[in-house]
Every structure is written in structure tokens, then in C-alpha cells.
């Protein structure tokens, strides 16, 4: 029933490289490839909140995963001639986790300037799967706005805003509440949280 997914993934600097981590961890084992881009300031915040010495020169994604990866590409996110950077390449969505506030105004205003806003750009244009997870706070009216016309052009806007009604016991149960939406939304299995009412 769920054949295995092309998925492309984009990082950018905004709170949150926990939800990438955990993503990729629970997407990665459900997918046929996923391709990866990082932006510069994807890698310098996951560094500060992870505590990793994750680079684009030592990518080392099992060890930033805990675990071994092998179907998992890291793309420049300056170079255009990667498949996720044309409407040709078939895949079954995007997601953006977590996703600055200021990636979400290069999409809503189509400035597609490096792979991961390109990338977006294809989703939509192709009525692809584009899941974005913003993350800050308070946001301004420019900010709501450009929310407004991801979702207007048919995006996915899912806020990291974690769920606490399941009583997690730690950082990574936390991050999960959101992991497991976003899994949901692009169609995966997963079992990191309950359906609400629903016994097993
Ligand atoms: C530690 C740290 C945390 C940040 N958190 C956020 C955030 O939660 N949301 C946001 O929109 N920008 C945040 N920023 C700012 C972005 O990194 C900055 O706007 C950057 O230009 C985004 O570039 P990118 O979209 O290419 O990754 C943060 C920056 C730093 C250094």
C-alpha cells in the first residue's frame, strides 16, 4: 500500500535543527532517497542547538542521526544541477523543517535563489507535496502574509509549535508531537503519536 518515497528535504537556519534530526531519522528508513539540502545557516544553528560538528566538508549524517543512513544525498544548496532543482524530476513532495522566516518570503515572492527555495518553487509550480515548517515568534504582518500565500499557492504551512497533551519526557518526545504531523501530511507511517481517541 505505501510504496517506498523520493522525498526532498530542506534545512535552513531557523530554531528547530531537532526537528530535522528527528525527521530525517523516522522518514529516512520509509523512503527510496531522500535528497538533502542545508542551508549555510541550517548548519551553523544545528551546531549551536546540537551541539554537533556537523559541516557541508564532514557530513556525516549517520552520526548526527545516531544511526546508519544510506539513502540520503546532501545536495549544494548552491548547485541547480541536482534533479530536485527541475519540474522533471518526479518525486512525492518536499519538506522544509524547520523553515526560516526568511525562506518563506523568497517562496511567497518566487526569488528562488539557491536549491532550497528553487526546489519549493518546483513543488508548487508542479502541484507537488510542499510541507513548510516555519518557526518564530511573534511574527510580524509581512511574515503572516507570506504564511498566507504559501498556503494560497497550496503549501502546507505546519508552525512548530509542539503538542504537550501526551505528557512527553523529553526534548525528543516534544520535537516528535510535530515529527509525527509532518510524517502524517506527506502520507508516511508513523507511530510516534496516538490518533487522538483511537486505541492502538
Ligand atoms: C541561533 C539562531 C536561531 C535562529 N532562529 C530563527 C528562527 O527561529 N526563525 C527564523 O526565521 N530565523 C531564525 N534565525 C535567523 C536565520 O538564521 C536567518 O534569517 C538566516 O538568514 C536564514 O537563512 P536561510 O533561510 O537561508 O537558512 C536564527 C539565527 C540564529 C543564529
Redo the contacts with the bound molecule.
Keep these: 500500500m505505501h510504496s517506498k518515497k523520493k522525498l526532498v528535504v530542506g534545512?535552513?537556519?531557523?530554531?528547530?535543527a531537532i526537528y530535522a534530526q528527528r525527521f530525517l531519522k523516522f522518514a529516512a528508513p520509509q523512503c527510496e532517497r531522500i535528497y538533502l539540502t542545508m542551508?549555510?545557516?541550517?548548519f551553523?544553528?544545528a551546531r549551536?542547538?546540537l551541539k554537533i560538528p556537523i559541516s557541508r566538508e564532514q557530513f556525516d549524517l549517520a552520526g548526527w542521526l545516531g544511526e546508519p543512513i544510506d539513502n540520503t544525498e546532501l545536495l549544494s544548496?548552491r548547485d541547480f544541477f541536482t534533479p530536485p532543482a527541475s519540474g522533471s524530476f518526479r518525486h512525492d513532495g518536499m519538506v522544509i523543517v524547520?523553515?526560516?522566516?526568511?525562506?518563506?518570503g523568497?517562496i511567497a515572492n518566487g526569488i528562488s535563489n539557491?536549491l532550497?527555495t528553487r526546489a519549493a518553487d518546483v513543488c508548487l509550480k508542479e502541484r507537488r507535496p510542499l510541507v513548510v515548517v516555519?518557526?518564530?515568534?511573534p511574527w510580524n504582518v509581512i511574515m503572516l502574509r507570506n504564511l498566507t500565500t504559501l498556503a494560497e499557492a497550496g503549501t502546507t504551512v505546519l508552525p512548530a509549535c509542539p503538542a504537550w497533551y501526551h505528557n512527553p519526557n523529553s526534548l525528543e518526545e516534544l520535537a516528535d508531537t510535530v515529527v509525527a504531523r509532518i510524517l502524517q501530511v506527506l502520507g508516511f507511517e508513523q507511530n510516534l503519536m496516538k490518533q487522538w481517541m483511537v486505541e492502538n
Excluded at 39 to 42: G, I, M, V
Design positions: 534545512i535552513t537556519g531557523a530554531s528547530g542551508s549555510e545557516q541550517a551553523q544553528v549551536t542547538e544548496e524547520p523553515c526560516s522566516m526568511g525562506t518563506v523568497r539557491d532550497v516555519p518557526r518564530e515568534m
